[in-house]
């Protein structure tokens, strides 16, 4: 079935340890997003791509940056994780529907 | 950041009754959508209502947009145990999707 694939599912990181995250879509959407959430709190946006273009939102801090080597395929990288950086992280994909799907998520747990 | 607020934080039924939880949102829309979201998991994609539209249905789902009032609701009928689970609304503006605090909801058995 076409998705949305987020792996691992859990990863556990040093702090200060570069970190990556992968997302990938079998949807062929233009459009793809990386939320954080945070325990109990509502997914906030970190930036997103629409074909190659990316678009950082502007309280995303400088540690988190982000690749789109193809369509397919969109990385987090968290370059210096600090224990504030512990959530679960949520790529979605928008189809032209305006719908968005979501892959299942990555917790990230800081050490 | 974040666009919508939720009401009410927490909602806990019986399973058969019906639950309703609100959303107020700030600024213009393209569209408004709802997603459920079960304990640690992603989110999942529940109904979409357009600026242009007042009531939408979607099985036991049932959303109204006031554009006029810049709020939705969320309507589901004969709860399940199954519906158990948080659920977001987000309002959508080229091609961001900013979501509110959500609304737990607990069915009882």
């Known amino acids: 079935d076409a998705m949305v694939i987020q792996n691992p599912r859990y990863q556990v990181t040093q702090f200060g340890k570069p970190v990556t995250l992968s997302c990938s879509q079998t949807l062929n959407h233009n459009v793809m997003y990386w939320y954080q959430q945070k325990s109990s709190q509502a997914p906030k946006l970190l930036f997103h791509y629409y074909d190659k273009d990316f678009n950082n939102e502007a309280d995303t801090p400088d540690n988190f940056q982000s690749r789109r080597p193809n369509t397919s395929f969109c990385f987090l990288d968290i370059r210096s994780p600090g224990l504030g950086d512990a959530a679960m992280y949520l790529c979605?994909?928008?189809?032209?529907?305006?719908?968005?799907?979501f892959g299942s998520g990555t917790r990230l747990t800081v050490v | 950041s974040q666009q919508g607020e939720e009401d009410p934080q927490a909602l806990s039924i019986q399973e058969g009754e019906n639950a309703t939880m609100n959303c107020s949102y700030k600024t213009s829309i393209n569209n408004l959508q709802w997603y459920r979201q079960n304990s640690g998991r992603g989110l999942v994609h529940l109904i979409l209502?357009?600026?242009?539209?007042r009531e939408k249905h979607s099985g036991r789902l049932r959303v109204t947009l006031d554009t006029s009032k810049k709020s939705s609701s969320l309507l589901i009928t004969a709860s399940r145990a199954a519906d158990t689970a948080s659920y977001f609304c987000?309002?959508?503006?080229?091609?961001?999707?900013?979501f509110g605090a959500g609304t737990t909801v607990t069915v009882r058995a």
């Open positions: 987000a309002t959508s503006n080229d091609y961001k999707l900013s």
């Open positions: 209502i357009r600026s242009n539209e």
């Open positions: 979605a994909t928008q189809g032209t529907d305006y719908g968005y799907t």
